[in-house]
């Protein structure tokens, strides 16, 4: 079983940029596919942004597109999250999540390993 460790949120104001880290544990990591989705109050997990382990196809939800860049170190078993110009709407528990999936996708059941979570608070 893959383990997920999430690093970097916290309190940013709007406009502001914040990195997330993800690190993982155990075997080929980079052949999956990683992905970032979020959380926030009242509202159901969704997808934010994913990257395939083989040739670092990247794909973005509309909500995020031109703001967040994923990417991946496979040498160090680590996926990123780089956010900029941060909006309100932006705040929320993010989570990573990896796929055994050979091509990304964004439908959250095919992820069977997650991160805890880390909170992101963006404010106005």
């Known amino acids: 079983q893959v383990q997920l460790v999430e690093s970097g949120g916290g309190l940013v104001q709007a406009g502001g940029s914040l990195r997330l880290s993800c690190a993982a544990s155990?075997?080929?990591?980079?052949?999956?596919?990683m992905a970032w989705f979020r959380q926030a109050p009242g509202k159901e997990r969704e997808f934010a942004a994913g990257?395939?382990?083989?040739?670092?196809?990247?794909y973005y939800a509309d909500s995020v597109k031109g703001r967040f860049t994923i990417s991946r170190d496979n040498a160090k078993k680590t996926a990123y999250l780089q956010m900029n110009s941060l909006k309100p709407e932006d705040t929320a528990v993010y989570y990573c999540?990896?796929?055994?999936?050979?091509?990304?996708?964004?439908?959250?059941?095919?992820?069977?390993?997650w991160g805890q979570g880390t909170q992101v608070t963006v404010s106005s």
């Open positions: 999540a990896l796929s055994r999936r050979p091509v990304v996708t964004t439908t959250r059941t095919d992820f069977g390993s």
């Open positions: 155990g075997r080929a990591f980079s052949s999956y596919v």
């Open positions: 990257i395939s382990g083989t040739d670092g196809y990247t």
